[in-house]
C-alpha cells in the first residue's frame, strides 16, 4: 500500500512540474516582443505638367499674383541683328500648373534628319529663375514667322530634367457663325446674344457667348480682331532637341 501511494506521489509531482513548464513556455510565447516592419514612406507623385498659352487679356493678367514680361523684338534682334524694327505685334500669356526653372524664350530653327522634320533651339533670352503656379509668362510684341514654328520656350522641371516646346498659332481654328463672312452676322442674334462655336481640328469644339451690349456701336468686324483672345487659340507643343538625333 505505502508502495502505491508513493508511486502516486510521484506521478501527482511529474504532471505539475510538467504543467509548470508548459505555462512557462507559454508565458515566454506572450511576453516575447514581437519584431515590427518600418513603414516605408512613399513619395507623393509629382502632378503632370499643364501648360497653357494664350493670347493676353485684361481679365487674363488680372488672375495671376505676378507677372514675368519679355520682349519678343529682343529675340528677333538675337535672329537678325540689331536695329530690328519693333512691331505692335500681339501679347502671349503662358502658365503651367507646376514650377517651371530657368525659363527662357528661345529661337528655333528646322532641319530634315532620317527624312523626319527636327527643331533646333539656337537663342534663347529672357532668363525667368523660377514661374511659380499662380504666376505667368508675358510676351510682348509677339509677331508669327510663318506656319512652321520659328520660336518657343525651355525650361527645366523639378527633376532637373530640360524640356523644349514650339508655339505656333493654331491655324485649324475656325468659328461658327463666322463674322468675318456672314453677311447678315448681328441678325443672327437671338434676345441679344448668340452662342459662338470654335472649331479646332482634332479637338472638341469650344464655345463663347457675345452679346449685343458687348459689341455696342462698333463694327462686328472690329469688336471680334480686338476680342481675338476669345477665339484665336495657340500651340505648345514639346519636341526633342535635334542634338539628340
Known sequence: MKKIVSILLVIFLLVGVLAAC????????????QPTETPVLEEPPRPELELKISLAS????????????????V?????????????????????????????????ITSDFVDDNLVFIPVNAIGNTEALLP?????????????????SGISFASESGERHYFWM??????SMYPNPFSEPDFLGLFEDGSLEIEVRRDGRASQYFTVT????????????????????????LSEFAWASQY
Not at 58 to 73: I, K, M, R, S
Not at 87 to 92: E, P, R, S
Open 22 to 33: 508548459g505555462r512557462g513556455a507559454e508565458a515566454d510565447e506572450v511576453d516575447t516582443p
Open 58 to 73: 485684361n481679365e487674363l493678367l488680372g488672375t495671376f499674383d505676378h507677372l514675368h514680361e519679355v520682349d519678343y523684338t
Open 75 to 107: 529675340l528677333r534682334e538675337a535672329i537678325y541683328g540689331s536695329g530690328v524694327e519693333r512691331l505692335n505685334g500681339d501679347k502671349l500669356v503662358i502658365w503651367a500648373n507646376v514650377p517651371l526653372y530657368d525659363l527662357s524664350l528661345i529661337a
Open 134 to 150: 499662380g504666376q505667368a509668362l508675358v510676351i510682348d510684341h509677339y509677331v508669327e514667322g510663318g506656319t512652321r514654328p520659328t
Open 168 to 173: 505656333l498659332a493654331d491655324q485649324s481654328v
Open 212 to 235: 449685343l451690349d458687348e459689341i455696342g456701336d462698333a463694327d462686328p468686324i472690329d469688336w471680334f480682331v480686338e476680342n481675338r483672345h476669345l477665339w484665336y487659340l495657340f500651340i
